[in-house]
Protein backbone atom coordinates (compact mmCIF):
# COMPACT_ATOMS: atom_id res chain seq x y z
CA UNK A 1 0.00 0.00 0.00
CA UNK A 2 1.10 3.17 -0.78
CA UNK A 3 -0.43 4.67 2.49
CA UNK A 4 -0.75 8.65 2.65
CA UNK A 5 1.23 10.27 -0.98
CA UNK A 6 1.92 14.03 -0.86
CA UNK A 7 2.79 16.21 -3.82
CA UNK A 8 5.20 17.77 -4.75
CA UNK A 9 8.20 17.63 -2.24
CA UNK A 10 9.63 20.49 -2.45
CA UNK A 11 8.44 23.83 -4.25
CA UNK A 12 9.51 27.53 -4.31
CA UNK A 13 7.02 30.13 -4.88
CA UNK A 14 6.91 34.13 -5.17
CA UNK A 15 5.17 36.00 -2.81
CA UNK A 16 1.43 36.45 -3.97
CA UNK A 17 1.22 33.32 -5.91
CA UNK A 18 -1.08 30.59 -5.89
CA UNK A 19 -0.39 26.33 -5.71
CA UNK A 20 -2.26 23.41 -4.13
CA UNK A 21 -0.66 21.19 -2.62
CA UNK A 22 -2.09 17.93 -3.36
CA UNK A 23 -2.35 14.64 -0.76
CA UNK A 24 -3.85 11.39 -1.40
CA UNK A 25 -4.26 8.33 0.95
CA UNK A 26 -5.35 4.63 0.08
CA UNK A 27 -6.37 3.20 3.35
CA UNK A 28 -10.18 4.43 2.94
CA UNK A 29 -9.62 6.69 5.92
CA UNK A 30 -12.67 8.66 6.97
CA UNK A 31 -10.79 11.39 8.70
CA UNK A 32 -7.72 13.26 6.74
CA UNK A 33 -5.42 16.46 8.02
CA UNK A 34 -3.30 19.14 7.02
CA UNK A 35 -0.31 20.59 9.62
CA UNK A 36 2.29 22.83 9.35
CA UNK A 37 5.91 21.88 10.81
CA UNK A 38 8.10 25.20 11.81
CA UNK A 39 11.19 24.60 13.73
CA UNK A 40 10.27 24.10 17.64
CA UNK A 41 6.72 24.54 17.20
CA UNK A 42 5.49 21.36 16.86
CA UNK A 43 2.39 20.61 14.35
CA UNK A 44 -0.11 23.21 14.19
CA UNK A 45 -3.34 21.86 12.41
CA UNK A 46 -4.51 23.80 9.53
CA UNK A 47 -7.82 21.97 8.42
CA UNK A 48 -9.11 18.73 8.59
CA UNK A 49 -11.79 16.77 7.40
CA UNK A 50 -14.39 13.49 9.06
CA UNK A 51 -15.38 12.84 5.22
CA UNK A 52 -16.36 13.37 1.62
CA UNK A 53 -17.95 16.88 1.67
CA UNK A 54 -17.04 17.78 5.41
CA UNK A 55 -14.05 20.20 6.02
CA UNK A 56 -13.02 22.54 9.37
CA UNK A 57 -10.68 24.82 10.61
CA UNK A 58 -8.42 24.17 12.38
CA UNK A 59 -5.81 25.97 14.70
CA UNK A 60 -4.03 28.13 11.58
CA UNK A 61 -6.38 27.78 8.71
CA UNK A 62 -6.08 31.62 7.84
CA UNK A 63 -4.48 31.65 4.37
CA UNK A 64 -5.45 28.53 3.33
CA UNK A 65 -8.50 26.55 1.66
CA UNK A 66 -9.48 22.96 1.38
CA UNK A 67 -11.94 20.66 -0.17
CA UNK A 68 -13.09 16.85 0.20
CA UNK A 69 -14.85 15.81 -2.84
CA UNK A 70 -13.42 12.14 -2.49
CA UNK A 71 -12.65 10.28 0.66
CA UNK A 72 -9.10 9.43 -1.21
CA UNK A 73 -8.15 13.57 -1.35
CA UNK A 74 -7.60 16.58 0.47
CA UNK A 75 -5.61 19.51 -1.43
CA UNK A 76 -4.47 22.36 0.53
CA UNK A 77 -4.94 25.30 -1.73
CA UNK A 78 -2.63 28.37 -0.66
CA UNK A 79 -4.19 31.76 -2.63
CA UNK A 80 -1.97 34.50 -2.25
CA UNK A 81 1.79 33.48 -0.79
CA UNK A 82 3.17 34.85 1.71
CA UNK A 83 6.64 34.70 3.62
CA UNK A 84 5.27 33.63 6.72
CA UNK A 85 3.83 30.48 4.53
CA UNK A 86 7.01 28.93 4.29
CA UNK A 87 6.82 25.66 5.85
CA UNK A 88 6.88 22.05 5.59
CA UNK A 89 3.38 20.43 5.34
CA UNK A 90 2.57 17.43 6.48
CA UNK A 91 -0.98 15.68 5.42
CA UNK A 92 -2.21 12.84 7.58
CA UNK A 93 -5.93 10.46 7.33
CA UNK A 94 -6.87 8.48 10.38
CA UNK A 95 -9.91 5.54 10.44
CA UNK A 96 -11.93 8.27 13.03
CA UNK A 97 -11.65 6.62 16.14
CA UNK A 98 -9.79 8.51 19.03
CA UNK A 99 -7.56 5.10 19.67
CA UNK A 100 -6.72 4.82 15.94
CA UNK A 101 -2.87 6.80 15.03
CA UNK A 102 -2.57 8.95 12.29
CA UNK A 103 -0.92 7.66 9.44
CA UNK A 104 1.21 10.82 8.00
CA UNK A 105 2.31 11.42 4.53
CA UNK A 106 6.55 12.39 3.13
CA UNK A 107 5.66 16.16 3.74
CA UNK A 108 5.88 18.94 1.24
CA UNK A 109 9.13 21.23 1.88
CA UNK A 110 7.73 25.02 0.82
CA UNK A 111 9.60 28.01 0.29
CA UNK A 112 7.89 31.51 -0.37
CA UNK A 113 10.67 33.94 -1.77
CA UNK B 1 -8.79 24.05 26.04
CA UNK B 2 -7.11 21.01 25.67
CA UNK B 3 -2.85 20.55 25.26
CA UNK B 4 -0.13 18.68 25.43
CA UNK B 5 2.84 19.67 27.12
CA UNK B 6 6.64 18.07 25.99
CA UNK B 7 9.20 19.78 29.06
CA UNK B 8 12.17 18.48 27.47
CA UNK B 9 12.37 20.86 24.08
CA UNK B 10 16.49 19.65 23.35
CA UNK B 11 17.77 16.48 24.80
CA UNK B 12 21.36 15.56 24.24
CA UNK B 13 22.82 11.85 25.54
CA UNK B 14 25.76 9.75 24.79
CA UNK B 15 24.92 5.74 23.32
CA UNK B 16 23.33 3.43 26.31
CA UNK B 17 22.12 6.35 28.48
CA UNK B 18 19.22 6.17 29.58
CA UNK B 19 16.09 8.36 28.29
CA UNK B 20 12.92 9.87 29.64
CA UNK B 21 10.51 12.05 27.90
CA UNK B 22 8.49 13.95 29.62
CA UNK B 23 4.65 14.38 28.45
CA UNK B 24 1.42 15.91 30.14
CA UNK B 25 -1.84 16.17 29.05
CA UNK B 26 -4.63 18.55 29.98
CA UNK B 27 -7.82 16.38 29.04
CA UNK B 28 -10.27 14.90 31.43
CA UNK B 29 -12.20 11.51 31.22
CA UNK B 30 -10.98 9.23 28.61
CA UNK B 31 -7.99 9.60 26.38
CA UNK B 32 -6.01 8.27 24.05
CA UNK B 33 -2.70 8.60 24.02
CA UNK B 34 0.11 8.33 21.02
CA UNK B 35 3.99 8.73 20.73
CA UNK B 36 5.25 9.45 17.18
CA UNK B 37 8.86 9.80 16.42
CA UNK B 38 10.32 11.66 12.95
CA UNK B 39 13.64 10.90 12.11
CA UNK B 40 15.79 13.72 10.28
CA UNK B 41 14.23 14.26 6.69
CA UNK B 42 10.87 11.83 6.98
CA UNK B 43 7.58 11.81 8.29
CA UNK B 44 5.98 11.14 11.79
CA UNK B 45 5.74 7.04 12.49
CA UNK B 46 3.85 6.10 15.48
CA UNK B 47 5.93 4.63 18.42
CA UNK B 48 3.19 3.46 20.51
CA UNK B 49 0.13 4.39 21.56
CA UNK B 50 -1.94 3.99 24.90
CA UNK B 51 -6.55 3.61 25.13
CA UNK B 52 -6.50 1.16 27.58
CA UNK B 53 -5.49 -1.69 30.01
CA UNK B 54 -2.48 -2.40 31.10
CA UNK B 55 -0.68 1.97 31.67
CA UNK B 56 2.69 0.28 30.34
CA UNK B 57 2.85 0.29 27.12
CA UNK B 58 5.76 -0.98 24.60
CA UNK B 59 6.21 -0.10 21.34
CA UNK B 60 8.96 -0.79 18.56
CA UNK B 61 12.30 -0.12 18.80
CA UNK B 62 12.25 -1.01 22.61
CA UNK B 63 10.53 2.52 23.69
CA UNK B 64 7.80 2.42 26.28
CA UNK B 65 5.80 5.03 27.79
CA UNK B 66 3.64 5.12 31.49
CA UNK B 67 0.01 6.25 31.46
CA UNK B 68 -0.68 7.89 34.81
CA UNK B 69 -3.64 8.83 35.11
CA UNK B 70 -3.20 10.95 38.48
CA UNK B 71 -0.60 12.76 37.32
CA UNK B 72 -2.18 13.44 33.27
CA UNK B 73 1.54 11.80 32.28
CA UNK B 74 2.45 9.50 29.50
CA UNK B 75 6.08 9.60 29.64
CA UNK B 76 8.38 8.25 27.21
CA UNK B 77 11.21 5.85 28.11
CA UNK B 78 14.09 3.46 26.99
CA UNK B 79 16.88 2.20 28.88
CA UNK B 80 19.64 2.45 26.31
CA UNK B 81 19.60 4.94 23.63
CA UNK B 82 21.73 4.38 20.42
CA UNK B 83 22.90 6.80 17.84
CA UNK B 84 20.08 5.50 15.31
CA UNK B 85 17.38 7.26 18.01
CA UNK B 86 18.82 10.38 16.88
CA UNK B 87 15.39 12.10 16.11
CA UNK B 88 12.27 14.54 16.75
CA UNK B 89 9.56 12.55 19.15
CA UNK B 90 6.26 14.32 19.44
CA UNK B 91 3.45 12.89 21.74
CA UNK B 92 -0.04 13.39 21.12
CA UNK B 93 -3.61 13.25 22.65
CA UNK B 94 -7.10 12.62 21.51
CA UNK B 95 -10.21 12.90 23.87
CA UNK B 96 -12.66 14.84 25.64
CA UNK B 97 -14.76 13.58 22.96
CA UNK B 98 -13.13 14.76 20.35
CA UNK B 99 -11.57 12.59 17.45
CA UNK B 100 -8.78 14.84 16.66
CA UNK B 101 -5.62 14.79 18.37
CA UNK B 102 -3.28 17.41 20.11
CA UNK B 103 -0.06 17.26 19.28
CA UNK B 104 3.05 18.74 21.94
CA UNK B 105 6.13 20.65 20.51
CA UNK B 106 8.07 17.59 20.20
CA UNK B 107 11.61 17.14 22.19
CA UNK B 108 14.84 16.98 19.66
CA UNK B 109 16.63 13.79 20.67
CA UNK B 110 20.59 13.69 19.58
CA UNK B 111 22.62 10.48 20.60
CA UNK B 112 26.16 10.57 20.28
CA UNK B 113 27.89 7.93 19.49
Known amino acids: NAGVTQTPKFRILKIGQSMTLQCAQD?????MYWYRQDPGMGLKLIYY???????DKGEVPNGYNVSRSTTEDFPLRLELAAPSQTSVYFC????????????FGDGTRLSIL | AQSVSQHNHHVILSEAASLELGCNYS??????LFWYVQYPGQHLQLLLK??????LVKGIKGFEAEFIKSKFSFNLRKPSVQWSDTAEYFC???????????FGRGTSLIVHP
Open chain 2, 92 to 102: AAAGGGSYIPT
Open chain 2, 27 to 32: YGGTVN
Open chain 2, 50 to 55: YFSGDP
Open chain 1, 49 to 55: SVGAGIT
Open chain 1, 27 to 31: MNHNY
Open chain 1, 92 to 103: ASSPGQANQPQH
